[in-house]
């Protein structure tokens, strides 16, 4: 598949999308390729610096709760906020520094959102590819309070995928290395130039390697050369590349701590040989490679707010 995702779109609907230029889409038709792991992490670390950020969890499986540590908690809805403002045409109501984290909001995700496609298919036959500005109009109201808007995308849902593409001005493709992930890669790229008629700000802005071995160097070479036959020779891989690390990827989900937390809790935590002397229990001890993926994860935070930053002359000029 062949795709110009920087073709110019050939409908623009009525709708203040430049007011929207700071939200970032992270999306692949495939689970599990890291794309809520760097929703969260890139959104703690970017609040972490002192800005302002929200994350819009669209995933009926509400995993940014287990990567903050609010799931089951009051805050947690299930995503009810979310469907209802969708339903109704209000603003999105988040939840306000998430965890005592000073500048993190979320709108939560969760069971709720899979009653929303067939609210979505209802909207979508009254309203044309129109309905699905839904979420950029109860986002509108709130997105200048903001200095970054992350939205997690789910897996395998069209209707939910335009929704979050209608609002958003960049796109984030999270792969992994195998063929299923570059399939999910094709299919949101399809429906990227789709909804380009009806949000023609929607930009991509890169696609980021997940979970990837620190050796497999002709593998992430396979990846980079797969990603510039399906859009048309254009690079847009990022240079970083996040590290498979299971164990502190399940240290980060069962403490509800993004990696840069969790490097700080590793470092003060027990060592293995607390552990023998019966000083700490080994359920205490935090993985010491989380360094390393908190590394990877500041890295490509970096570059992903960079490469927006450099993108936005290149965007204005060809609009004037």
């Not at 293995?272 to 010491?288: E, H, I, T, Y």
């Amino acid at each position: 598949m062949n795709v110009n995702p920087l073709s110019p779109p050939q409908d623009e609907a009525a709708f203040p999308h430049d007011r929207l230029e700071h939200v970032i889409a992270l999306a692949n038709g495939k689970g599990g390729v890291g794309k809520t792991t760097l929703t969260s992490n890139i959104a703690a670390l970017v609040a972490a610096g002192g800005a302002r950020v929200l994350i819009v969890d669209v995933n009926a499986q509400g995993n940014i709760g287990e990567d903050l540590g609010y799931t089951g908690r009051d805050e947690d809805d299930d995503g009810k906020g979310l469907v209802d403002a969708i339903r109704y045409g209000t603003p999105l109501v988040p939840v306000r520094d998430i965890g005592g984290r000073t500048g993190l909001d979320v709108v939560p995700g969760g069971a709720e959102i899979r009653h929303l496609p067939a609210h979505l298919f209802n909207l979508f036959a009254d309203t044309g590819d129109l309905g699905t500005l839904a979420l950029a109009r109860c986002l509108l109201p709130i997105a200048g309070d903001y200095d970054l808007i992350l939205i997690d995308s789910p897996p395998e849902n069209r209707p939910l995928l335009q929704l979050v593409l209608g609002a958003a001005h960049w796109l984030v493709i999270p792969i992994r290395s195998d063929d299923s992930s570059r399939k999910g890669m094709q299919q949101v790229a399809f429906e990227f130039a789709r909804m380009r008629r009806v949000n023609p700000d929607l930009e991509l802005l890169g696609v980021a390697l997940f979970a990837s071995g620190t050796g497999a160097r002709r593998i992430r070479e396979d990846v980079r050369r797969d990603v510039l036959d399906d859009f048309g020779g254009q690079d847009f891989m990022f240079e970083t590349v996040i590290r498979l690390a299971e164990a502190p990827a399940r240290d980060a989900r069962r403490r509800g701590q993004p990696f840069h937390e969790l490097e700080v809790a590793a470092a003060a935590g027990p060592t293995p040989f607390d552990v023998l002397r019966g000083k700490a229990d080994r359920s205490q001890m935090v993985a010491g490679t989380a360094g390393a993926v908190a590394g990877d994860l500041a890295a490509l935070t970096r570059e992903i707010l960079t490469r927006r930053q450099e993108r936005l002359p290149e965007l204005e000029a060809a609009t004037q």
